[in-house]
Structure formats: structure tokens, C-alpha cells
């Protein structure tokens, strides 16, 4: 076993430890999730954040020019020959503030970290990037994942540069054309099952043990370390600074599992003396982790969640045939594959969770695109759930908030267009799914004849 870095159950209780190239992400043990773990004394980590951005101005290196890499010592479980990028991380905090008033923040205090602009448009990049480095360190040729979208494209863009075969496993209907469409061009072979997105994660994982395929989904902890530079990335845009709090969308909850280690391990090496308030916002009709903690009151607990809890749970979401039904299809997700991790989180950073309507989300959305960055619709279930803080009261108007912003616009445009244009969205099958009867802020396209006075009309109306 590798004296830097290895593999560790996240279960304090249990403790097991494998190899860092094990590939089997499971405790051996209990069967839980799995940590990578590191010595730090034997890794020279900087004394101080600001230090990483001696690398920035270093762009034709291409370890430096990433946004993962950049921090590699914080994530050090390969050989710097074996890191793979496609120059991802080159992301921003955007001061954003045009949603001051929306959301009833200080104009200085409300920021937005756009994922969008990574190579295939979402956060998973960041995430690829360390998986693709374990899959190519242990030497795996063929890869695999179950996807609502964002996961299908950023696997199926970086398979394609590494020269590795892809398998994405999708649901029926399950997907936005946008994302589908990134797949089927970079390549992917794509898999489209009869049902949700929690069945595709069930055969992926018996079809990836059968065939021998590398996992690629956020139950892979190496992809969680990519994804832990999202945080080291925010800071650096607050002058290495720390928010008061984190905001972002709860889907399968890698994100917010990786955020919580990160900060975690930041306090551990005394990189920071002080850890942000973190809140995971799901949508209203995919709201298993709201349910579970707000309502149920499931607790990390030192790793103790009590397993009898969640099964009771999901045996009656079974009973009930109570599937997720979300507009914001990033995050319509039953069954959360980093549940204990994402509990984990909640404790390190006195997290909460909260749910938000459909209709919240899509003002929302369409609240960040007047401020210049798109985003998809699960990225804007964060600004509204700021929104629906501030309100109770939990967030003060002086405090400073980052909102995650998962992805670009253009992964689901359909939903964006449908806003904006449709007069009766009640009328269309999909948002009478979802419940949706009104929207706020749509800015319809004005029809006119091909007739210069009634367009001069038209434009100064």
C-alpha cells in the first residue's frame, strides 16, 4: 500500500483501508463508500492557499493552466504523469450583483462560481479530471456511468481525449437533448434503459462488475477529489478568503460531499481557521436528502446514520411509487449515491437542507441569465434556495454567499425556450408533471408583420 495516499472507509467505526489502485470504490468491510485518504507530513502542501497562485500565470504548463491541478498538492494520490486535463477549472466567481434585490443580499455580498464554462459545460469536469487520472494510473481501458446528462457528456469528452471506450447508461426520457447530444458526438456508446435514473445506476454498476468496466460516477471517490477544487477555486476568487456560506443543488450530492472534505482537510492542515455554512437545496419533487434530515432528522453522527432509518425510508418511497419528477433534470435523483457523505458535510460545515417548487427554480434561472450567466435549470435551485433562506431568516442580508452554478444554459435549452415563449406552460404535459401553473419573468419574442412602421413600433414599445 502506497505511504501517501490510500483508500479508507468513511465509516470511523469500520476503518478499512485498500490500496489507492483498488478500483472496486466499495468497502471491503461493511460495503460502504470510500475516502481517499492522505499523509500529509510526507506531501508538500504550502503553508498558505495564496501560494497556489504562483501556478496561475504558468498557462503553457498544462498541470498549471488546469483548475484541478493547480492544487495538486491537496489531492495527491498520482503521479504527475499520470494526471490527466483538458484544461478544465478555468471557471469564475461572479460578484452578481443584479440578484440583490431578488434574493435580498448586499450587492457585494452575493456571488455565483460558473461551472458552466468548463470543456463539456458542467462542474463534472473537475471530477473527470481525477477519475481519468486513476483510470489511466491502474490502467483501465473501457469506462462507464449512469447519467441524467452532465455525467454521459464529461465522461463521454474525456474518454474521447484519452483514447479510452465509454458506455453511458441513460434513462427513457430521462435526459435533455442538449447533454444527449454531447455524448452521441464525442462518441460514447449510449444506453438507453425503460426507466430512471436510479436503475440505470443499479445495472451500470452490475454491468461494470461483469465486464470489467471502470466506474466513472461520484460513488468513484476519485472523482470527488477533482471536485474538491471547486471550493479552492472559490476561495481564490475571494482573495483566499472563506464565504460564510456555500449554496448548492443536491442531486446525487458529490458535490457537496466533496466540498465538505474539502473543507475538512483544509482545517485539518491549517489552511484556514474557519469553515463556511453549507446548504443543499433539492427540488421539491426529488427531495429524498430534505426528507431524510429536515423531516426524519438522519445525522452523520460519527458515521453512525442509522441504516435502519434510510431503509424504512426507501422501502416506503418504493410502496408510495414515489419517483423523482424535477424540471431540473441534473438533480432528479431518487436513491443518492454519497448520502453518508453528504451527511458528513452537513456536520463538518452546520450545514441544512432545503427543497424549492419548480417554479422557484425557473424565475430563478431566469433571474441569473439577466445578470449574463446562463445556467442550467438545477444550477438556479441554489439561487433559490438563498432566496427562500433569507426569507426564513437563516441568512443574513451582510453575509457573503457563494451560489454554485452547475452548468451552461445551453445544456437544456428546451426548458429555457419554454419559459420564455409559451403563454399557457400549464397546458404543455411536461410542466403539468411538475406542477407548474405561472411563471414571473418570461421574455417573450414580439411578432410582427414584415412592415417597417409596425417594427419601429414594436422596438420602441
Known sequence: MS???????INPACGAKVDVE????ACPKCGGLMDVKYEWKLIPVPKRMKEFANRWGQRNEPLNFSGVWRFRELLRFAPEKDMVTLGEGQTILQNARGLADYVDVEPHNIFLQYEGLNPSGSFKDNGMAGAFTHAKMVGAKKVACASTGNTSAAVALFASAAQMKAVVFIGSGKIAFGKLAQALDYGAKTIQIEGDFDVCMQRVQQVAGKLGLYMMNSINPFRLEGQKTIMYRVMEGLNW???????CPGGNLGNSSSFGKAFLELRKLKLIDRVP????INAAGADTLYRLVEKEGMKWNDGACDPELEQRFFEQMDAE???AKTLASAI???RPVNLPKCLRALAVCDGLVRTVSEEEILDAKAMVGRTGLGCEPASAASVAGLRQLRGEGIIGKNEKVVCILTGHALKDPNVTVDYHKEENLGAMEKYQRVGVKKVSFANRPVLVADDLEEIIKAVQE
Open 3 to 9: 505511504e501517501v495516499a490510500w483508500q479508507e472507509c
Open 22 to 25: 483498488d478500483q472496486s470504490f
Open 332 to 334: 432528479e435523483i431518487n
Open 321 to 323: 411509487k414515489r419517483g
Open 277 to 280: 455554512r453549507l446548504a443543499v
Open 241 to 247: 478568503q472563506v464565504p460564510d456560506w456555500i449554496i
